[in-house]
């Protein structure tokens, strides 16, 4: 008998088989923890904006009649204004605050 060294078709066809189980469980989960991560962002930029404009009340003792008062302000944001990771644009609204937003 001859005895060459190898896989057979019926063993590869078993390792694509789990591998692809492996990627039809693994897949959706990475997808779903990367909407998880936009949504925490987007929650820590509202949270950050409503301090700076607490802050901005603090130091002038008024509170500023537009968002962007306080997000061109290098002073609040040197780096720029924050933007929502899922492009949803802030409002701020008449109680001096923005509001946190579904996504």
């Known amino acids: 008998m001859?005895?060459?060294?190898?896989?057979?078709?019926?063993?590869?066809m078993i390792v694509v088989l789990i591998l692809g189980a492996l990627a039809a469980i693994a897949i959706p989960r990475i997808m779903g923890g990367a909407q998880t991560a936009r949504i925490s962002a987007c929650s820590t930029n509202i949270d950050m904006l409503n301090s700076q404009i607490e802050l901005f009340n603090a130091n002038t003792g008024a509170w500023p009649t537009a968002l962007t008062d306080v997000t061109?302000?290098?002073?609040?944001?040197?780096?720029?204004?924050?933007?929502?990771?899922?492009?949803?644009t802030y409002i701020y609204n008449s109680d001096n605050r923005v509001d946190a937003h579904t996504h």
């Open 2 to 12: 001859r005895s060459e060294k190898g896989f057979t078709l019926v063993e590869l």
């Open 72 to 88: 061109t302000d290098p002073n609040y944001f040197p780096d720029g204004a924050p933007a929502c990771p899922l492009s949803t």
